[in-house]
């Protein structure tokens, strides 16, 4: 089975720190992304990763930043948090190639509280 | 840009009864995927039935079944013989086939089931 694992599940910050939000997946999937869960709102996407050091803003990008050094790792970056940024984030991986079926593969989720 | 509505923020329904969730979408394309997730409560987002849009058969995985509407671009999940396990955030999700693997989700909605 596909296991996305994201660091921490409870974070607490006060505004104006730089939040670091990690991800590893085990499935050497190509694919990752980084998005924002909000009540009513769904999820948005934040920023998408096709392969090593390759990113690409989502529709929220404002306000975030990535990394991927290595293929299993997306790290979210909050340079300076603000309370507009409480939110659940979920980071997701794929691998597409033939058959591909276009499912996302989940992480429990990080909730962050920004004070 | 393609947007995904999902009216019905939250549904109750009686063990063993059938639920139907309903889903729209917006967009121009010819070719396109859907997809209903499910978000258990504290636990990781999973997959529950997917569409392609070019197929004319309605996708059945067990309990569950979509009616796919291409010309009205509608997408219901039906739940029927809903089990306490169907507890859950329930979010629509649409991916083109000509801009990668990232999925529009729609706002979700609670289903409550009744013992």
């Known amino acids: 089975d596909v296991k996305v694992t994201q660091s921490s599940r409870y974070l607490v910050k006060r505004t104006g720190e730089k939040v670091f939000l990690e991800c590893v997946q085990d499935?050497?999937?190509?694919?990752m992304f980084w998005y924002r869960q909000d009540p009513g709102l769904g999820l948005r996407l934040i920023y998408f990763s096709y392969d090593v050091k390759m990113k690409e803003k989502g529709d929220i990008p404002e306000g975030y930043s990535v990394s991927r050094e290595k293929k299993e790792r997306f790290s979210l970056i909050l340079e300076s948090a603000s309370t507009n940024q409480t939110s659940m984030y979920l980071c997701?991986?794929?691998?597409?190639?033939?058959?591909?079926?276009?499912?996302?593969?989940f992480g429990e989720g990080s909730r962050l509280t920004v004070l | 840009a393609q947007t995904v509505t999902q009216s019905q923020p939250e549904m109750s329904v009686q063990e063993a009864e059938t639920v139907t969730l309903s889903c729209t979408y917006d967009?121009?394309?010819?070719?396109?995927?859907l997809f209903w997730y499910k978000q258990p409560p504290s636990r990781q987002m999973i997959l529950v039935i997917r569409q392609e849009a070019y197929k004319q058969q309605n996708a059945t995985e067990n309990r569950f079944s979509v009616n796919f509407q291409k010309a009205a671009k509608s997408f219901s999940l039906k739940i029927s013989d809903s089990q306490l396990g169907d507890a859950a955030m329930y979010f629509c999700a649409y991916r083109s086939a000509y801009s990668g693997n990232k999925l529009t989700f729609g706002g979700g909605t609670r289903v409550l089931v009744k013992p």
């Open positions: 967009t121009s394309e010819s070719d396109y995927y």
């Open positions: 997701a991986s794929t691998q597409p190639g033939t058959g591909y079926t276009g499912e996302l593969f």
């Open positions: 499935m050497d999937h190509e694919n």
